[in-house]
């Protein structure tokens, strides 16, 4: 097992930034990757960003170069950076880790809130 815990949510206006974090602990050993998705009311997850174990990254379009993901690895912790955001950035953001054999793990989610 997995556990997850995000943390850095928050209100910002326009243009602000954030950071996010995903404290992991438990079978890390197992973990392929960690991705982070965000979530508007109404409508599915959709994932922003992926960190494989191996250091491969990829954004999603609609945050390529405003969003960064990064990762502390001697704190086990994921970060999320949310910069030039905008009111359409406004979710639930979720981390995520998969495992070598595909098992997926959830975090509670942190909400993120761009209004002016």
């Known amino acids: 097992q997995v556990q997850l815990v995000e943390s850095g949510g928050g209100s910002v206006q326009p243009g602000g930034s954030l950071t996010l974090s995903c404290a992991a602990s438990g079978r890390l050993f197992d973990v392929y990757a960690t991705e982070w998705y965000q979530q508007t009311p109404g409508n599915e997850r959709e994932r922003v960003a992926i960190r494989t174990n191996s250091g491969s990254i990829t954004y999603a379009d609609s945050v390529k170069g405003r969003f960064t993901i990064s990762r502390d690895a001697g704190k086990n912790t994921v970060f999320l950076h949310l910069n030039s955001l905008k009111p359409e950035d406004t979710a639930i953001y979720y981390c995520?880790?998969?495992?070598?054999?595909?098992?997926?793990?959830w975090g509670q989610g942190t909400q993120v809130t761009v209004s002016s």
């Open positions: 995520s880790t998969v495992s070598y054999g595909g098992t997926r793990y």
